[in-house]
Each structure stands twice: as structure tokens, then as C-alpha cells.
């Protein structure tokens, strides 16, 4: 899961930089498989971490999937409009570097758990 969101990082930083047409086209190819290695990664995520309620999680965790992509528009259409196209990729690009620490937090946290029910 943390490969998928650095390639979405690295992809979505290009892409604010970027003003070539195909090369624009790989990125966005890139931002696909970041996307699908993340969406899927992401279930089994929390599936392994959820083992009392895992079909309520992975409802809540494909709930929460659907209302970002209903509000990021409306959101990132907002950034874009008050301070640049730009903007938008490098917002981006911040979410996803707070998603790499909440995912690393989470790790971190469900191993030290772990340690503490095998003492």
C-alpha cells in the first residue's frame, strides 16, 4: 500500500509540472495503477485489521472511497479555481504524504499491539 500511494505522490507531482500531451497521457496511466494497486491493497488493508467486523470496515472503508470522490470535485474544483490548476496537484500531492504517515502511524501502532499481547 505505501509503493501505491509514493508512485501516486511521485505521479501527481508530475503531473503539475508537466505541459507535454503524451507525457501528460503516461502520467495519468501511472495515476491508474497507483489508484488500483491502493483501492486493492487498501481492502485487504483493512480487512487484516478488522477482524471482528470485516465486511462492516470494508463498508465503511468503500463508503468513505465513494463520498471522496463525490466531494473531491467540488473541493479540489474550488483550490483550482482560487489559486491555480497547479495548486490542485500539489494539494494532492500534501494528502498524499499525510496518507503515507496515517498509514505508517497505523502500522506502527497495530505492531506495537501485537508485541503487547505476546508478552
Same mark, same amino acid.
Given at each position: 500500500?505505501? %509503493?501505491?500511494?509514493?508512485?501516486m505522490?511521485? $505521479?501527481? =507531482?508530475? %503531473? /503539475? @509540472?508537466? #505541459?507535454?500531451?503524451? !507525457?501528460?497521457?503516461? !502520467?495519468?496511466? *501511472?495515476?491508474? %495503477?497507483?489508484? *488500483?494497486?491502493?483501492?486493492? /491493497? ?7 485489521? /478488522?477482524?471482528?467486523?470485516?465486511? #462492516?470496515?470494508? @463498508? =465503511?472503508?468503500?463508503? &468513505?472511497?465513494?463520498? +471522496?470522490?463525490?466531494? &473531491? ?8 479555481? =482560487?489559486? @491555480?490548476?497547479? &495548486? =490542485?496537484f500539489? $494539494?494532492? *500531492?500534501?494528502?498524499?504524504? &499525510? *496518507? %503515507?504517515? $496515517?498509514? +505508517?502511524? $497505523? /502500522? ?8 503487547? !499481547?505476546?508478552?
Amino acid at each position: 500500500m505505501t %509503493i501505491a500511494l509514493v508512485l501516486m505522490l511521485t $505521479v501527481v =507531482v508530475s %503531473i /503539475s @509540472g508537466t #505541459t507535454t500531451p503524451v !507525457l501528460l497521457g503516461v !502520467l495519468l496511466v *501511472g495515476e491508474g %495503477i497507483a489508484f *488500483g494497486m491502493f483501492f486493492t /491493497s487498501g481492502q485487504a488493508f483493512v480487512a487484516e485489521h /478488522s477482524a471482528s467486523s470485516r465486511g #462492516t470496515a470494508i @463498508g =465503511v472503508y468503500s463508503t &468513505a472511497a465513494s463520498l +471522496g470522490s463525490t466531494a &473531491a470535485p467540488f473541493i479540489f474544483g474550488f483550490i483550482a479555481d =482560487v489559486w @491555480g490548476l497547479v &495548486a =490542485v496537484f500539489q $494539494v494532492t *500531492g500534501v494528502v498524499v504524504l &499525510a *496518507g %503515507i504517515g $496515517v498509514l +505508517g502511524y $497505523v /502500522s506502527l501502532w497495530q505492531r506495537r499491539a501485537r508485541r503487547c !499481547l505476546t508478552t
